[in-house]
T-cell receptor, first 116, second 109 residues
């Protein structure tokens, strides 16, 4: 099946710094990628929809200036957590759908962010 | 407003028995439903899906049932195995995927 890879899988940073997480579709093209956040013992919360070549669509309550999303190519979307604070510590997961298809989403392995 | 609900946060089942996970939704525009399985500190993995034009889809030990009039779907796992112990998320799709809160399944040996 299609493979989505995230990098890094684990990152620790100091408060106030910025962290970039990459999401790559390895063997397919994805015009749309999705970024989720999971708090402990809670569901996956959709943060934003990343569209190749255009601005991301953010869900209500998600700060677009804090969570910068760039979808520069059909195989890469990045999420940058700017000026990170301890409350941003979470598990961030991306997913992608094969361009032109509906239905199944392929998920990355997730990236665990810890802000000290 | 949560459009996809999994009202049972946990389920414990004996190995070899059937696990039944339930999911309810409110949005009649959902046209595709999926179940994902997630282990701690890992990304979700796709299990099984069903289109809104069907009422049943089976894949090995996993069967998903869809009752559109009741806006309800369920996942049956039979027989349950210890490796099935994980969190299961129900997802529903219109133009984006919305998830339920998840059900933690524990399979007892």
């Amino acid at each position: 099946g299609a493979v989505v890879s995230q990098h890094p899988s684990w990152v620790i940073c100091k408060s106030g710094t910025s962290v970039k997480i990459e999401c790559r579709s390895l063997d397919f093209q994805a015009t749309t990628m999705f970024w989720y956040r999971q708090f402990p013992k809670q569901s996956l919360m959709l943060m934003a929809t990343s569209n190749e070549g255009s601005k991301a669509t953010y869900e209500q309550g998600v700060e677009k200036d804090k969570f910068l999303i760039n979808h520069a190519s059909l195989t890469l979307s990045t999420l940058t957590v700017t000026s990170a604070h301890p409350e941003d510590s979470s598990f961030y997961i991306c997913s992608a759908r094969v361009a032109g298809e509906i239905g199944e989403l392929f998920f990355g392995e997730g990236s665990r962010l810890t802000v000290l | 407003d949560q459009q996809v609900k999994q009202n049972s946060p946990s389920l414990s089942v004996q190995e070899g028995r059937i696990s039944i996970l339930n999911c309810d939704y409110t949005n009649s525009m959902f046209d595709y439903f999926l179940w994902y399985k997630k282990y701690p500190a890992e990304g979700p993995t796709f299990l099984i899906s069903i289109s809104s034009i069907k009422d049943k889809n089976e894949d090995g030990r996993f069967t998903v049932f869809l009752n559109k009039s009741a806006k309800h779907l369920s996942l049956h796992i039979v027989p349950s195995q210890p490796g099935d112990s994980a969190v299961y998320f129900c997802g529903a799709n219109d133009y984006k995927l919305s998830f339920g809160a998840g059900t933690t399944v524990t399979v007892r040996a």
